[in-house]
Structure formats: structure tokens, C-alpha cells
């Protein structure tokens, strides 16, 4: 199985800056291979939204909402993915969860796994 730890979450006036980390780690050992990491986020009465995702190879999708402002970063290494917030909006509120495409063994196949969240507020 993989493991998610997301770190960075925060109270932050609105305009101001966080950075998000997740980093996997396999529960027996290294992870084989991770594809896809993806950051979501959920804001009070919503559903779950993309917010962005990066591949193995460094391409990069973002929703339209965070265009311009959000950078995601991956390093492969240390199998952590991060999200740079910049230009936060109180719109931005929500908690921010991580997921990972991975294949924790070779005699496993690849499925998605999640972190439990962290929080993020901005206030106006």
C-alpha cells in the first residue's frame, strides 16, 4: 500500500502565499512506480474538485480556477508533490487532499490513493 502525508496547510489572508507538500511512501518498502500525482480540494457543501495534476514526465494540468496562480511541482526522488498558492482567494478555502496513481510492488497493479487532507483558510 502507498501512504500520503500532506504538510503546508494554513490560515493565510487573502492575497498571501502557501506551499503544499505530499509526500508518499510505501507501507512495505519503496513504491515500484507512481504516475499521476493530483492535488484536489473541497471547500464546506461542495464536491471534491481537481485542482491540479502533474505526470511523471512533468506535464502539468491545472483547473481555471487556479490558472496563473497555483504551481504544481513534482520530485520524482523523494516521491513528493507540491502545490505553490499564490494570489490565495477566500474562494480557495477548502481542504486540500493529494492523490497518487501508483503500483506499490511489481506484483501490484497501479491504483489511486489519497492523503486525509489539509486544511486551508483564507481570509478576507
Known amino acids: 500500500q502507498v501512504q500520503l502525508v500532506e504538510s503546508g496547510g494554513g490560515l493565510v489572508q487573502a492575497g498571501g502565499s502557501l506551499r503544499l507538500s505530499c509526500a508518499a511512501s510505501g507501507t512495505s518498502g519503496n513504491i515500484y512506480s507512481i504516475n499521476a500525482m493530483t492535488w484536489y480540494r473541497q471547500a464546506p457543501g461542495k464536491q471534491r474538485e481537481l485542482v491540479a495534476g502533474?505526470?511523471?514526465?512533468?506535464?502539468?494540468n491545472y483547473a481555471d480556477s487556479v490558472k496563473g496562480r497555483f504551481t504544481i511541482s513534482r520530485d520524482n526522488a523523494k516521491n513528493t508533490v507540491y502545490l505553490q498558492m499564490n494570489s490565495l482567494k477566500s474562494e480557495d478555502t477548502a481542504v486540500y487532499y493529494c492523490?497518487?496513481?501508483?503500483?506499490?510492488?511489481?506484483?501490484?497493479?497501479?491504483?489511486?490513493?489519497w492523503g486525509q487532507g489539509t486544511q486551508v483558510t483564507v481570509s478576507s
Open positions: 492523490n497518487a496513481f501508483a503500483r506499490p510492488t511489481v506484483q501490484m497493479g497501479f491504483r489511486g490513493y
Open positions: 502533474i505526470s511523471r514526465g512533468g506535464s502539468t
